[in-house]
């Protein structure tokens, strides 16, 4: 309930035993509304408005306010000490409230400075509150049992104390393996359960600043106006029955979650939130109520609640500053005045008037002579508002248009005419082709091609990822600028690379040519390139020896698939390890066509000048320019070698020195070295010694340098699915190669 001390008024009714008050009258609010219950004993406000204290002062009494500037603010810099609660003596309200400042020089994490408690229970203080309704944070111990016996603990007891355990701010925890955990009652009259839970068991680790998610954890809110309660935890709920795992139960602020929460040890302590109030003898200990002139004063400025507890009807007094106030409302004169006028967040004003502040409120007071100004104002605003709508749109259509049109020329140069006619040839023969996807659509797939969107790099373009607006994840390559003399050959490449429909290749969805370079849409890989995973190799996700063995058949059978193009075959150009993707399940695929081109049938090669990678391009077309099919299997020997040796094609570190990996890895096959340069994780594969080696020939063999004495990709595919298949079959169950050779043929065909 609420009550306001009044001074000087006369026949009032006190209830208290020991009250010198005459006992007529009834308790109500100063307002003449509602009469209140509970009343506090030793003040009444009752129905002719007088106050009667058994402490009772005269009007002038001022000398025994508290002088609070010689009383410290804090202790150690860290925590705010507010009155009532205080340090030293005379600079707190009663025994309840007294705070000592000690130094705990012993802790390397103190660092010696001091920390504040609350002497009258020797709890460490976090934090003190005076803000209705009024709390202090205390670090306190948990709870722990590390045996199979059944454990309790009486935790702290508020009993007739001013303080209480916050239901609001508290919840009751238990952790550990299938732990049940539960609240009671201390008092022998009283013995009831309070509540409690259990927490499911899960052998995952706690995880420092996860929540209390239900997994060898669980929590429940508190009663109201607890002020004792005894924990038992109770040994039944052990799933393994008797183990010596702990559990634990505690009291703890809900806050903590999410923030310190970290797996517990026996030694640990939590923040609680503890509610308090003022008892009677601390509240008329207070400054505002031994001086008659400050009582008065409360009526307009604070106010005081009182607040029963449900146990033995004890009260907590508690006060706050009135509405248009702020400070303290525990001091003399705490509460000070707010100026709403000086934010006007704070003043509902119309903007025609003038706000004036007034003691604990604000006035607003009309403007004289001002709707000439008001009407010049808003003609003034309007004419400028339209001015720059005006402009406004003028310079939104200018500049759409300025698009269009740039579109238009971009869509012209980067050769989308010649698209758009093979297109249209495609529709008549009815043959699968390219999207051409307009520059709004991929802008706003890529956040307008954010660097944050960047997933790589290349001498080609940029690589964005992006969702298109049906909800499919893309891979959005910005190219580099393209010669005009080229548009014909990159519009066919669009064409060709569109109609590419295999497993193993990555799918080129369409393009834009909206742009001053061309950006080309390709379907996601998640699991980025084969050179992050075996140049970066990590103990968490090795490449075994399986692994890579499938790895390389798919790039094969990729690779035969676009050198047996019916209608014209496609020369990769550029295979390498960070043109190699994962997907989701790790299946390869082969990507980056930037460099590809595609030749008529009767051709052998294709003359061009020389384009590729140092460490994977074919010396053969290096001296002649000529680039034919099996200068893709020598850039394919090479990712075999890698597989192999974990190395890199080019590097200057490492075994081999300044050596290409390739002429390192052929003279080391001539000099009976194999088993000195291959991969550790290849080396564990002790039982497949024989298929490594066999590996190990047909890289040499694709790593010759005459091209003629290269094998085909589709004598390369077959061979490692041969290497495969044969792995499969125990030494009980012989290989029946003739049947074998007309299986694989026809799979590599596939």
């Keep these: 309930m609420w009550f306001y001390p009044e001074p000087n008024r006369s026949d009032i009714t006190c209830d208290a035993p020991k009250s010198p008050c005459p006992n007529t009258g009834k308790l109500r609010r100063p307002d003449g509304d509602n009469p209140g219950h509970h009343p506090i004993d030793g003040c009444r406000v009752c129905a002719r408005q007088q106050i009667c204290t058994e402490k009772h002062a005269a009007d002038n009494e001022t000398s025994n306010v508290i002088n609070r500037t010689s009383c410290p603010e804090d202790c150690g810099n860290n925590v705010i000490i507010p009155y009532p609660f205080g340090i030293g003596k005379g600079c707190y309200a009663g025994d309840w409230f007294e705070i000592v400042c000690r130094s705990l020089n012993d802790s390397y994490e103190d660092l010696g400075f001091p920390k504040p408690f609350l002497k009258s229970f020797d709890l460490e203080v976090l934090e003190i509150d005076i803000a209705f309704p009024g709390t202090v944070r205390v670090s306190y111990p948990i709870f722990s049992s590390c045996t199979s016996v059944t454990s309790n603990t009486t935790d702290l007891e508020l009993e007739k104390s001013p303080f209480i355990f916050s239901d609001n701010n508290n919840n009751f925890v238990a952790m550990g393996c299938n732990n049940y955990a539960s609240m009671w009652s201390v008092f022998p009259d009283d013995s009831v359960s309070y509540g409690g839970c259990k927490s499911p068991c899960d052998r995952v680790p706690f995880t420092n600043g996860s929540h209390c998610n239900a997994t060898n954890c669980c929590r429940t809110s508190i009663p109201s106006n607890l002020q004792a309660f005894s924990t038992i935890i109770d040994p039944k709920s052990s799933y393994n029955n008797g183990s010596s795992e702990c559990k634990y139960a505690f009291l703890v602020d809900q806050n903590w979650f999410g923030t310190k929460f970290t797996e517990p040890n026996p030694n640990m302590s939590v923040p609680v939130v503890l509610e308090w109030g003022l008892d009677n003898t601390s509240f008329y200990s207070l400054p505002t109520m031994k001086n008659s002139t400050a009582r008065e004063y409360m009526y307009s400025s604070y106010y005081c609640s009182n607040i029963m507890t449900s146990r033995n009807f004890a009260t907590r007094i508690i006060c706050d500053c009135r509405r248009g106030y702020r400070g303290n409302p525990y001091l003399l004169g705490g509460c000070s005045d707010i100026n709403e006028c000086a934010n006007p967040d704070f003043n509902s004003c119309p903007p025609d008037t003038r706000c004036k502040n007034t003691e604990g409120s604000y006035r607003c007071i009309a403007a004289k002579n001002t709707m000439l100004f008001i009407i010049i104002g808003v003609n003034t605003s309007l004419g400028v508002l339209f001015l720059i709508f005006g402009g406004w749109w003028l310079y939104k259509v200018i500049k759409k248009r300025m698009m269009i049109k740039h579109k238009e020329k971009f869509f012209k140069k980067n050769g989308g005419l010649l698209l758009q006619q093979q297109l249209s040839r495609n529709n008549e023969v009815n043959v699968e082709s390219p ?269 010759n340098s005459e091209g003629k004495k290269r094998p085909t990709m589709r004598e390369v595919a077959m061979e490692l699915e041969a290497n495969q298949m044969s792995h499969k079959h125990s030494k009980k169950n012989p290989i029946n190669w003739h049947y074998l050779r007309h299986f694989l043929m026809r799979r590599v065909n596939i």
Excluded at 439 to 449: C, G, I, M, R, Y
Excluded at 629 to 647: I, M, Q
Aim: aromatic share 8%.
């Design 435 to 703: 999207k051409l996807f307009n520059l709004e659509e991929l802008e706003k797939a890529t956040d307008h091609f954010s660097v944050y969107r960047i997933i790589g790099y290349g001498r080609q373009g940029t690589v964005y990822k992006g969702m298109l607006a049906d909800g499919r994840i893309v891979a959005i390559k910005k190219s580099m600028v393209i010669d005009e003399e080229k548009l014909q050959a990159f519009i066919n490449e669009v064409v060709i690379l569109s109609q590419i429909h295999h497993k193993n290749v990555v799918v080129l969805l369409g393009c834009c040519l909206e742009t001053e370079v061309p950006l080309l849409v390709y379907e996601f890989i998640p699991n980025g390139t084969l050179a992050q995973y075996l140049n970066g190799q990590n103990e968490e996700f090795p490449l075994t020896w399986d692994m890579r063995l499938q790895i390389a058949i798919e790039v094969a059978k990729a690779l035969f698939y676009l050198h047996s193009k019916v209608s014209s075959p496609i020369y990769h150009r550029n295979i390498k390890l960070t043109n190699i993707l994962l997907d989701e399940k790790y299946r390869a695929k082969v990507a980056d066509f930037g460099i590809s081109r595609s030749v008529a049938v009767e051709q052998t090669h294709l003359s061009t000048l020389v384009q590729g990678t140092i460490g994977y391009v074919d010396p053969e077309y290096i001296q002649s320019s000529q680039f034919t099919d099996k200068s893709d299997v020598y850039s394919f020997g090479v990712v075999l070698a890698e597989l192999l040796t974990g190395e890199k094609a080019i590097s200057s570190t490492g075994m081999r020195g300044s050596k290409s990996l390739a002429t390192f890895f052929v003279s080391s096959m001539e000099g009976n070295n194999l088993f000195g340069i291959l991969d550790n994780q290849v080396l564990k594969e002790t039982k497949k010694t024989k298929k490594i080696i066999a590996v190990a020939n047909l890289a040499k063999r694709c790593l």
